[in-house]
């Protein structure tokens, strides 16, 4: 890339990177085509998204590309029947891809494992047959509590191919939240491991399942396939816990795919909103399938000799839709990770990019700013090379970020892309192509396909370069199609905004150019480290100590994870504030919500600012805290 603009004025926002000649050249969608892509989409939106879809196998066609006779409950290829198993393991069994490596897999402490795409195919089928033999089926839903490991993968593609739904919950959750997660979705199974390796230590997994499980709910998890992974030791129960290695040893390398209705569910992940209780975001077989195996393939420009390695966790969406079924309905080469980006040092990254000679780098600007402490010394003892493409999620990355990533590991070459999309979206919505033209810390421009806005209030379009509300104003294929058990909490996304357009929770300006800039959530949501969590929940779990009378949570810039939660506590009568209870409800915090939910500090006071009907003024705190303009304080009660 050559670059208009220079590396040391880092406060200018205009600069403009444009992509090597030769890059373009190469690229799966050219400069012509991606235009062509968005004239077609704005002309005949269905249209666009039916040759998606026809790039992927299916059981039977649609009937209709979208029925949209009940907004705000879309309908994406009604009438079809398909699996995304079929399109992301069977197909590729049949064509070239069959011995290609399909998983590389490597273990904090350094051991490795790698799985083509019929050695995957079959220890899937293997595992889909075992949980059938143990009574799941078509609906059922399945917590997986587990690590990035390859049976991790594998699990989860098992149970979608017996028609079965996973919700993966984040192995740093605690219990008390798995359980929360586990009693909602009334799971009928738990998938999990022994242990697993973090850091240089092993963290028990099973042990935290056992203890979810009590009370969790009397009637639903009736077993729990274990896999041996870390040496730990574990109680196993007598007809309810199996040993994963145990299940699959006897049973066979065939089993048939399920033939599921396009809008059957797939999966549900929890994520935080506005009040205490996560929302359980379903995503259907059809919409899902081609939604993300179009975007993948544009935005990374999958070519057939990539390693792809995205390093997020596959307890978020990222992990779903960008470690695994993404890539593998692309047919690339998924790379996992099991342990501490920076164990046993903070060359471990760039370590594994050598070593499997790594493509395309997808992670987060926190990734990213934890690694720039260290500076160069790390990156440039390896080899980077292989390297073509880069990418960052979850949250905003400032220029000095981007530039360090785009300098140091991408040689000033590989186009970065900053991906804007949500749990609920499934796949990427606002995001550039490696040919676009880039500028630092923008998210650019909406894929094709994809209407987007900005906002104010009454839904009338902010001028350029002002901030609004940030809507999507045409459905897409890849969205949710619900949130478990909740269909009111579902409309309200389309309901915020007037005009029936799809509330992202998200503030962004949108520039001359039309390329947007995201700035962060409008409502009560922390982004910690790239992960959401609800103030709420926060408040909650602090409310459920013995000491704290109430609680109100604000998010507060940090330099590494972007934001991290700041508490201010009234405590009950009679208790003091101290240094020991400081840190109790720390590790209280860490207990009811596990390591997520960052508390960097905690501030006892005698009184919180309310509104007239006595709501907590969480924004006042928030001034007060930045050292900012309070605002109108009209409503605050009169002490
Ligand atoms: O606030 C936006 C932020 O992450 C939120 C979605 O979080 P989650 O559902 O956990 O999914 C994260 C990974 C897809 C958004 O509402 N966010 C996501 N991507 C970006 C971002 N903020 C700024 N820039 C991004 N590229």
Redesign the pocket.
């Known amino acids: 890339m050559d670059q208009s603009g220079t590396l040391d004025s880092l406060l200018q926002e205009e600069r403009v990177f444009r992509p090597l000649p030769q890059l373009v050249i190469e690229a799966n969608v050219n400069p012509q085509e991606l235009e062509a892509a968005r004239r077609q989409a704005e002309t005949d939106p269905l249209g666009y998204w039916e040759e998606a879809a026809d790039e992927l196998d299916w059981f039977k066609k649609w009937d209709q590309v979208l029925d949209d006779s009940n907004p705000p409950f879309y309908r994406w290829f009604a009438g079809a029947r398909c699996n995304v198993v079929y399109n992301a393991l069977d197909r590729h069994i049949e064509t070239g891809n069959k011995n290609k490596l399909a998983l590389i897999w490597e273990g904090e402490p350094g051991d490795s494992r790698k799985y083509t795409y019929y050695e995957l195919y079959r220890e899937v089928n293997r595992f889909s047959n075992a949980l059938r033999s143990l009574g799941l089926g078509k609906g059922d839903r399945v917590v997986v509590y587990m690590p990035p490991l390859p049976e991790t993968l594998i699990a989860m593609l098992a149970i979608v191919k017996l028609g079965a739904v996973h919700s993966v919950v984040y192995a740093g959750f605690s219990a008390k939240a798995l359980r929360s997660r586990i009693r909602d979705a009334e799971a009928k199974m738990v998938v999990t491991a022994d242990g697993f390796y973090r850091n240089g230590r092993v963290i028990k997994l099973k042990n935290t399942v056992d203890e979810a499980l009590v009370g969790a709910c009397s009637d639903c998890v009736d077993s729990m396939v274990v896999v041996h992974r870390a040496k730990v030791e574990v109680d196993m129960v007598e007809g309810r816990d199996f040993w994963y290695e145990d299940l699959i040893r006897q049973e066979r390398s065939e089993s048939p795919t399920e033939v599921m209705d396009a809008q059957d569910p797939l999966f549900m992940l929890y994520?935080s909103g506005t009040t205490g209780q996560p929302k359980g975001v379903i995503h259907a077989h059809g919409g899902y399938m081609v939604g993300v195996h179009r975007t993948l393939g544009q935005v990374f420009d999958i070519k057939p000799t990539d390693i792809f390695w995205c390093t997020a966790d596959p307890g978020?969406?990222?992990g779903h839709s960008s470690v695994v079924y993404g890539p593998l309905m692309a047919g690339t080469t998924t790379v996992m990770y099991e342990g501490h980006p920076l164990y046993p040092q903070a060359d471990r990254m760039w370590n594994i990019v050598a070593k499997h000679g790594v493509t395309v780098f997808y992670t987060t600007p926190t990734l990213i700013r934890m690694l720039m402490r260290f500076g160069t010394q790390y990156p440039k003892r390896f080899d980077l090379t292989s390297l073509r493409l880069l990418g960052?999620?979850?949250?905003?990355?400032s220029p000095e970020a981007w530039l360090w990533f785009y300098k140091n590991i991408g040689r000033s070459e590989c186009p970065l892309l900053?991906?804007?999309?949500?749990?609920?979206t499934g796949m990427f919505m606002i995001s550039p192509l490696p040919i676009s033209l880039l500028k630092p810390g923008s998210?650019t421009r909406p894929l094709p396909g994809i209407e987007a806005a900005v906002v104010d209030k009454d839904g009338k379009p902010a001028p350029p370069g002002k901030g609004g509300l940030l809507v999507l104003t045409r459905p897409w294929p890849a969205m949710m199609t619900g949130l478990f058990k909740d269909e009111d909490r579902y409309k309200e996304y389309w309901q915020q905004v007037p005009g029936g357009v799809y509330f992202?929770?998200?503030v962004a300006k949108k520039d001359e150019d039309g390329y947007y800039w995201?700035q962060?959530?409008a409502d009560d949501v922390l982004?910690i480290a790239?992960?959401?969590i609800g103030t709420a929940e926060l408040e909650n779990a602090f409310g459920a100590h013995r000491a704290v009378s109430e609680a109100a949570v604000i998010g507060v810039p940090d330099r590494i994870k972007g934001e991290v939660a700041k508490a201010f506590i009234l405590l009950n009568p009679g208790i003091e504030p101290s240094d020991d209870l400081n840190k109790e409800l720390k590790r209280h915090i860490k207990n009811e919500l596990g390591p997520v939910a960052v508390v960097k500090s905690i501030e006892f006071r005698d009184s919180l600012p309310r509104t007239r009907s006595g709501k907590i003024m969480r924004r006042v705190l928030k001034a007060q805290e930045l050292g900012q303009d309070v605002g109108d304080l009209t409503t605050l009660e009169a002490d």
Do not use: C, L, P
């Open positions: 994520t978020w969406i990222t960052t999620v979850g949250e905003s990355i900053d991906t804007w999309w949500q749990t609920e998210v992202a929770g998200d995201i962060g959530r982004n790239g992960h959401r």
